[in-house]
């Protein structure tokens, strides 16, 4: 694991979100504790880009989805080959695999880690708790490393020396419960020592400035309980004039916290906070919005996402959310037009069909219209145009493409697209399409959303033109209607229903519709606070396991 990609680490953690929410237990919020989640985050040194805090590591490990814990310490998992040293270290202790990391990983783990951009330097430390028999047994079987620091404090060397570690048991509880698991447990990579000693310092009382008493730590406190919390400190490390303030080095920050909200179902919380000083006053300065045009849109939807902002102003690259309706090569014109806000839709008429929706608010309906009708013809008919085979489009005659001319902005424009048998397209819409589209606004209002959608020919007639025009009403009716405040990103999804309306041959890339086969329902909504920050939620649920792929004992 010394070269091991710490965003990996971070991947295989990230994933436990869905393998605990199937767990049979009881809320976070009904465990009698003495100390927190928090407060395990914030013992660990200030001078780290990084705290990753897990509890519960035997529960996760039992889900339906525990592989992806198994995984990441390479218990059988995509990370064995990678070296992490579980695997041997339970031999060493005389364990079978899944013992050992119940009693080494099972309870309270903290990844802290310092430098992840670059993985040939990254230094990293695994916390967790241990039993005192477990302790027992590892000075017992382990060989003692030549390394000695200070306070008499043994280090044990495994994997051939790859790895330290060493226990402790501190005299006040900042990672500890009050219970038999006493005993700290303090891992790292030979080498790169250095957060080594220095998480073994600060539970062993030195003056290291630590996490306590920060803003990042205020913000994920005020998150309320939680079984995975994260922590990862945003930009350029400071000055080295600027080192001594550990305020200053986590200035810019972003937490997660996440929980089970059910006894023994599948349902997920998670809340995300992200503050970066730079972009604050651009942040207040954004206007208000309603979530109206959203609720509206979500009922009876596959999918649908409203983008209320500019993410690229808003988000920059702080969160990994596309913006791809920006990205369409749109006529200059209609760039200038364009607000920034903009809707997807995806959803499956009663009787059949399914209809594909995009729209973008703008600031004046018919000058839109008017940059834009005669492209979207034209490019439609380019579609159908190609969907033949080479020869034959090459002799083919122009094709006759629709003058709407931006007359009428409010009327809804039709067309239809026929498709060739060999057309990719063919695969997912059989042997042809039709779109509508349509400029609508509030009455004696310029401005205002247009909406272009496209369906299947011959399966619900009139599916495009009627999405269309749900569209573009729920979206002018929106903003007027609902709660008001800074929204930024609302989605809504039901990705295993989404898949299954997926036509079968359609690849699975990168594991994406596996992903959507084990989703029910997941909602997400970020907005802006009224200090400038970044604040949503994400929440889900897990798709009950099939009857082919049953829930691991």
Same mark, same amino acid.
């Given at each position: 694991m ?14 436990l ?10 809320p ?21 880009d ?26 059988g998992?995509?990370?064995e080959?990678?070296?992490?040293p ?6 060493q ?22 430098g ?14 241990v ?16 390394r ?13 020396g ?48 630590t ?9 994920a406190a *005020? ?13 350029g490390?400071p ?9 200053a ?25 992200l503050?970066?000083?730079s ?19 979500r009922?009876g ?6 983008q ?11 969160l990994?959310i ?42 004046h ?5 008017? *940059? ?23 002799q083919a005659?122009?094709?006759?493409v ?33 779109a ?40 002018v ?5 609902g ?9 809504? *999804? ?10 079968? *041959? ?12 084990r989703l ?34």
């Amino acid at each position: 694991m010394p070269n091991t990609p710490i965003p990996i680490l971070l991947a295989a953690l990230t994933t436990l979100v869905l393998a605990a929410a199937t767990v049979r237990a009881q809320p976070v919020a009904a465990r009698a504790a003495q100390d927190t989640i928090a407060d395990a985050a914030a013992a660990m040194p200030a001078n780290c880009d990084l705290v990753l805090v897990i509890e519960n590591g035997r529960e996760l490990r039992q889900t339906a989805l525990g592989g992806a814990l198994r995984g990441m310490f390479g218990i059988g998992g995509a990370m064995e080959g990678a070296g992490t040293p579980w695997r041997g270290l339970a031999k060493q202790l005389g364990y079978e695999e899944f013992d050992a990391f119940d009693r080494l990983l099972g309870h309270r783990v903290v990844l802290v880690a310092r430098g992840i951009a670059d993985p040939d330097t990254a230094r990293w430390a695994l916390v967790s708790r241990v039993s005192a028999e477990t302790s027992r047994r590892i000075r017992e079987r382990l060989e003692i490393s030549p390394r000695v620091i200070g306070k008499g404090q043994q280090i044990f060397a495994l994997e051939q020396g790859r790895y330290e570690l060493t226990l402790f048991t501190p005299s006040a509880r900042r990672f500890t419960r009050a219970d038999d698991r006493s005993v700290t447990l303090i891992l790292a990579p030979t080498g790169r020592s250095e957060l080594f000693d220095e998480v073994l310092g600060v539970l062993a009382g030195a003056q290291t400035p630590t996490l306590a008493g920060q803003d990042v730590m205020t913000r994920a406190a *005020a998150m309320g309980e939680a079984e995975i919390l994260l922590l990862a400190r945003l930009g350029g490390r400071p000055a080295e004039n600027q080192a001594r303030s550990a305020r200053a080095q986590w200035a810019d920050f972003v937490s997660i916290s996440a929980r089970r909200t059910e006894l023994a179902g599948a349902g997920w919380e998670a809340r995300v906070a992200l503050r970066e000083r730079s972009r604050r006053t651009a942040h207040r300065a954004a206007a208000e919005s309603t979530d109206g045009a959203f609720e509206a849109l979500r009922s009876g939807s596959l999918l649908t996402l409203v983008q209320r902002a500019p993410l690229e102003s808003i988000l920059g690259a702080s969160l990994p959310i596309d913006d791809p309706l920006s990205q369409l090569p749109w006529p200059e014109r209609a760039r200038e037009l364009f607000t920034g806000a903009q809707a997807i839709r995806v959803h499956s008429a009663a009787d059949g069909g399914l209809a594909f929706t995009l729209a973008m608010q703008t600031t004046h309906i018919g000058q839109l219209a008017r *940059a834009l009708d005669d492209q979207i013809a034209g490019f439609l008919s380019v579609i159908e145009r190609q969907s033949g085979d080479a020869g034959a489009t090459a002799q083919a005659p122009p094709p006759i493409v629709p003058q709407f001319g931006g007359m009428v902005p409010r009327a809804m424009r039709i067309m239809s697209i026929d498709l060739a048998p060999g057309s990719p397209l063919a695969g997912v819409s059989g042997q042809g399409l039709t779109a509508a589209w349509q400029f609508a606004a509030a009455p004696d209002h310029a401005d205002g959303w247009w909406a272009l959608s496209l369906a299947a020919q011959g399966k619900v007639e009139g599916l495009a033109a009627t999405a269309t025009r749900d569209a573009a009403a729920a979206l002018v009716a929106g903003e007027t209607a609902g709660q008001r405040r800074k929204w930024v990103w609302l989605m809504a *999804a039901r990705p295993r229903d989404l898949d299954a309306v997926l036509p079968p *041959a359609l690849p699975d890339y990168r594991g994406v519709r596996s992903a959507m086969q084990r989703l029910d329902d997941v909602v997400c909504r970020l907005s802006i606070t009224p200090e400038g920050d970044i604040e949503g939620e994400f929440v889900l649920r897990l798709a009950a396991p099939g009857p082919d792929k049953p829930a691991e004992p």
